[in-house]
T-cell receptor
């Protein structure tokens, strides 16, 4: 069974204080690892997809990296508007099976950035 | 690009009634759509996978006769909660994938269902 564990559960930062969020996963053949941002009462907003170990992607103050066992979301000099829940999800590579494309989500990390 | 809408954004219904939620991909065709449920302070749990023109695939533990899914076109999927009960109150979110589900999934804004 695919499993995703995110840590920490909650993270409080001061504006400008860089940090990292962790996503550890166990999956039967990783097809893709996804990062989403979710604001309260809204649907997840797509951030990144990573497909293979060693891959990195950046968007503004965010940078996602991937190894064979985990992914990190690095936040550089965060601002209060970066406050949100960050979700990590994995997609298994069992093409042709039921629920093809299924995403298994972690519990999320609640990030709060204080001014 | 890649915008997914849901309607309604929130709905209150009485126990025993049925509620229909629509999910639309506005600027792309979605062969595959997914329906998730999210309880307060919890993550998203997949309910079912919907493929255009075929029957939906439900996750273990999800009652297919209670949660009816129809994927009538490449831009529209509907979820009908039949004979709703208070325990069905939740945040229902759909996602759509431009391909066969094996690439990025774009999520709708969600529908808050409250059953009284």
């Amino acid at each position: 069974e695919d499993q995703v564990t995110q840590s920490p559960e909650a993270l409080r930062l001061q504006e400008g204080e860089s940090s990292s969020l962790n996503c550890s996963y166990t999956v039967s053949g990783l097809r893709g690892l996804f990062w989403y941002r979710q604001d309260p009462g809204k649907g997840p907003e797509f951030l990144f997809t990573l497909y293979s170990a060693g891959e990195e992607k950046e968007k503004e103050r965010l940078k996602a990296t991937l190894t064979k066992k985990e992914s990190f979301l690095h936040i550089t000099a965060p601002k209060p508007e970066d406050s949100a829940t960050y979700l990590c999800a994995v997609q298994a590579g069992n093409a042709g099976g039921t629920s093809y494309g299924k995403l298994t989500f972690g519990q999320g990390t609640i990030l709060t950035v204080h001014p | 690009g890649a915008v997914v809408s849901q309607h309604p954004s929130w709905v209150i219904c009485k126990s025993g009634t049925s509620v229909k939620i629509e999910c639309r991909s506005l600027d792309f065709q979605a062969t595959t759509m997914f329906w998730y449920r999210q309880f307060p302070k919890q993550s998203l749990m997949l309910m079912a996978t919907s493929n255009e023109g075929s029957k939906a695939t439900y996750e273990q533990g999800v009652e297919k006769d209670k949660f009816l899914i129809n994927h009538a076109s490449l831009t529209l999927s509907t979820l009908t909660v039949t004979s709703a009960h208070p325990e069905d109150s939740s945040f229902y979110i759909c996602s759509a994938s431009p391909g066969s589900g094996d690439r990025e999934q774009y999520f709708g804004p969600g529908t808050r269902l409250t059953v009284t």
